[in-house]
């Protein structure tokens, strides 16, 4: 019956009118086929797909995979990493994430049966790439400070308040700016959201900003959800005088137009022309504001515990691994520790079987 119900078919022959070997055919149909696990991502992990996807296909995609082994990917690898131009620097994160997206086609050819793929995967599974470094950098209080100041100072209430929500809450960019998703005409709105044609926005609105309220944030990467007392946010509150209260459910993070944020790179650049006139390095992001957040938290003391529970991170280990960047007062508070253990250990021990009564010292 169940035959009889896919036409006699299977997977592998409804895919080859489509399927003509190449790396870039296959591709098309991870992106294209309803059953792959693509069409199961949320919109902005597809774009970060969709990037990569395209570095390859332009790239490779014409290579057919029979004629091809597993260890000519090393050299595909140093040839994306390879610098823009001469004496630039090495594009890390995009060779690591081509050969991400190279490893999700062949597993979707290996789902589907397609020639080639199992030979190729299993051969990628035994090298190992390397990707970007964990980031060092970590933005200080003093640089959120002055950013916070330079932006009211121009009367960009709101770029101001992003800089202040994201220092105070430790809360990632994408949760402080919102984001963008594709809806069926049918979708209803929810107080706050905005759609234009296919997309709908939600995020961060006014309204949940209030001097004495609780802001209660499900974090879109582990939909933990994270409370934070504003009353307690010094930077918020220092912004909060400005703000327009006309619209409670207008977005907290909006353009020049006063409209959401298309993505975070328009977001950054306008973030970084205010960065700049502060003198901050460019080095430090805007995405570093949530680090050294948690950094400044955890030299001041903080549980691992308590910052993976504010953060909304699922484990403190990220909180340990990525987090805590040059928590100097960390270490200041260990040695300072190992000194006085130090001077217990000096101490001399008294002796229980000499009776010092009388005897000189």
């Given at each position: 019956?169940?035959s ?18 190449t ?29 990569a ?16 082994h ?7 690898y140093?040839?994306?990493r390879?610098?823009a ?17 190279v ?36 933005m ?16 960009d209430?709101s ?7 994201q ?15 594709p809806?069926?005409a ?7 959201e905005?759609r234009r ?27 933990q ?6 009353s307690?946010?010094?930077?918020i ?5 400005y ?12 353009n020049?137009?006063?409209t ?17 006139r502060c003198?901050?390095?460019?080095t ?26 504010q953060?909304?991170?699922?484990d ?5 691994r990525?987090?805590?960047r ?9 040695q ?6 130090r ?6 021990s ?12």
């Amino acid at each position: 019956m169940l035959s009889w119900a896919d036409g006699h078919r299977a997977d592998r022959e409804r895919l080859a009118p489509r399927f003509d070997g190449t790396m870039g055919s296959l591709i098309a149909l991870c992106r294209s086929d309803p059953e792959s696990g693509y069409q199961d991502l949320k919109s902005n992990t597809k774009a970060s797909y969709d990037e990569a996807f395209k570095v390859v296909t332009e790239t490779i995609g014409s290579r057919r995979l029979d004629c091809i082994h597993s260890k000519w990917f090393r050299t595909c690898y140093r040839n994306w990493r390879a610098p823009a131009s001469v004496g630039g620097p090495e594009r890390l994160r995009r060779a690591y994430y081509a050969i991400q997206v190279v490893r999700v086609a062949l597993d979707y050819g290996v789902q589907s049966g397609l020639p080639n793929c199992q030979r190729l995967r299993d051969g990628m599974s035994k090298i190992r790439f390397a990707k970007n470094a964990p980031r060092e950098e970590a933005m200080t209080y003093s640089q959120a400070v002055a950013i916070v100041d330079r932006c009211l100072r121009s009367n960009d209430i709101s770029m101001a308040l992003c800089q202040a929500v994201q220092w105070d809450t430790m809360m990632r960019q994408k949760d402080t700016i919102g984001e963008w998703r594709p809806e069926p005409a049918c979708y209803q709105l929810k107080p706050g959201e905005i759609r234009r044609g296919q997309r709908v926005w939600s995020g961060l609105t006014i309204d949940k900003l209030e001097p004495g309220a609780t802001l209660v944030v499900r974090t879109t990467k582990t939909a933990q959800p994270v409370v934070h007392l504003i009353s307690e946010c010094h930077l918020i509150l220092r912004c909060l005088p400005y703000v327009d209260r006309s619209a409670p459910h207008a977005p907290v993070a909006v353009n020049s137009h006063g409209t959401p944020w298309a993505d975070h790179r328009s977001f950054g650049k306008a973030w970084r022309s205010y960065a700049d006139r502060c003198g901050v390095p460019q080095t430090v992001r805007n995405m570093d504001s949530r680090a050294g957040g948690i950094t400044e938290a955890s030299a001041g003391g903080a549980s691992d515990d308590d910052l993976a529970t504010q953060a909304g991170q699922a484990d403190k280990s990220t909180t340990r691994r990525i987090y805590k960047r040059q928590a100097v007062e960390v270490s200041r508070r260990v040695q300072s520790s190992r000194r006085a253990a130090r001077k217990i250990d000096n101490q001399p021990s008294p002796n229980p079987s000499h009776d010092t009564q009388g005897d000189e010292p």
